[in-house]
Nanobody
Framework: QVQLVESGGGLVQPGGSLRLSCAAS????????MGWYRQAPGKERELVATIINGSSTYYADSMKGRFTISRDNGKNTVYLEMNSLKPEDTAVYYCRAIAPFHAWGQGTQVTVSS
């Protein structure tokens, strides 16, 4: 079973950028759909973006134009580039293998604050 480890979170000022990485313990070539989710304090976990093998992507409305999901099958890594960050983007960000295999990472904290 694949294991996922996120990194790249931290504290950033409003308007800043971060790039999150999700490294898989095995090959992600056979994982057709991967995604990023986030969970803010007191809120339910929500979908941020997904990417399908072949590079088809989907973004939640509030992330469109600011976030970019990508994958490097050779490095078994999925990325989330986040720009123009807002305080409301503060959350724990989770990587997920969605289909056909299912797995969650442990999460990485992103805090947007001045």
């Amino acid at each position: 079973q694949v294991q996922l480890v996120e990194s790249g979170g931290g504290l950033v000022q409003p308007g800043g950028s971060l790039r999150l990485s999700c490294a898989a313990s095995g090959s992600i070539f056979s994982i057709d759909v991967m995604g990023w989710y986030r969970q803010a304090p007191g809120k339910e976990r929500e979908l941020v973006a997904t990417i399908i093998n072949g590079s088809s992507t989907y973004y939640a409305d509030s992330m469109k134009g600011r976030f970019t999901i990508s994958r490097d099958n050779g490095k078994n890594t999925v990325y989330l580039e986040m720009n123009s960050l807002k305080p409301e983007d503060t959350a724990v960000y989770y990587c997920r293998a969605i289909a056909p295999f299912h797995a969650w990472g442990q999460g990485t904290q992103v805090t947007v604050s001045s």
